[in-house]
T-cell receptor
Framework: DTAVSQTPKYLVTQMGNDKSIKCEQNLGHDTMYWYKQDSKKFLKIMFSYNNKELIINETVPNRFSPKSPDKAHLNLHINSLELGDSAVYFC???????????????FGPGTRLTVT | DAKTTQPTSMDCAEGRAANLPCNHSTISGNEYVYWYRQIHSQGPQYIIHGLKNNETNEMASLIITEDRKSSTLILPHATLRDTAVYYCIASTDSWGKLQFGAGTQVVVTP
């Protein structure tokens, strides 16, 4: 069973389009994340949701909007795609364990977005 | 969160122990040390974490110096499948905000 899954795995689209990436976790975790890994391989956190509430929102253009319909899902919608949005996007999840060093995050396989 | 410094790359012979150093000289008392790795084209994978004491699990051991300014991740018997980028991260126990750096590219050779 896949713990954290993402769809699609690859996404090729043109500038100006709107696209969504879906993420689902079957681990029963409370917290989910979106990360972006650019061409230089740096991995940066974008958003984090805890029990469907946004708790981390890094300096991300407002063209990016996360949506969490329930604890098991965190989707990423991107409006007006730009060339610089080309990257690999990873979803992750973790279980709240405050005070115990919580962050054993489980990552999905990634979605490679190419904007042409 | 404290900045961490790792070597850019290192090689290790298959079957030998791999010792990966990490410097976090500005770490604060409530910051944990986390290790993740990323095998090519895959999502990062959690390895281990610790606060003060040394830790061991089925994947690796984490040795943290007494002053907590540095740590070493030990892969006891490296295999070819351990070839990956290894990330050392210092982070407070707050809302899961892990800041990944450049990491160490580890290549395990036969």
């Amino acid at each position: 069973d896949t713990a954290v899954s993402q769809t699609p795995k690859y996404l090729v689209t043109q500038m100006g389009n709107d696209k969504s990436i879906k993420c689902e976790q079957n681990l029963g975790h409370d917290t989910m994340y979106w990360y972006k890994q650019d061409s230089k391989k740096f991995l940066k956190i974008m958003f984090s949701y805890n029990n469907k509430e946004l708790i981390i929102n890094e300096t991300v253009p407002n063209r990016f909007s996360p949506k969490s319909p329930d604890k098991a899902h965190l989707n990423l919608h991107i409006n007006s795609l730009e060339l610089g949005d080309s990257a690999v996007y990873f979803c992750a999840s973790s279980q709240d364990r405050p005070g115990l060093g919580l962050y054993e995050q489980y990552f999905g396989p990634g979605t490679r977005l190419t904007v042409t | 969160d404290a900045k961490t410094t790792q070597p850019t790359s290192m090689d290790c012979a298959e079957g030998r122990a791999a010792n990966l150093p990490c410097n976090h000289s500005t770490i604060s008392g409530n910051e944990y040390v986390y290790w993740y790795r990323q095998i090519h084209s895959q999502g990062p994978q959690y390895i281990i974490h610790g606060l003060k004491n040394n830790e061991t699990n089925e994947m690796a051991s984490l040795i943290i110096t007494e002053d907590r300014k540095s740590s070493t991740l030990i892969l006891p018997h490296a295999t070819l499948r351990d070839t990956a980028v290894y990330y050392c991260i210092a982070s407070t126990d707050s809302w899961g905000k892990l800041q990944f750096g450049a990491g160490t590219q580890v290549v395990v050779t036969p």
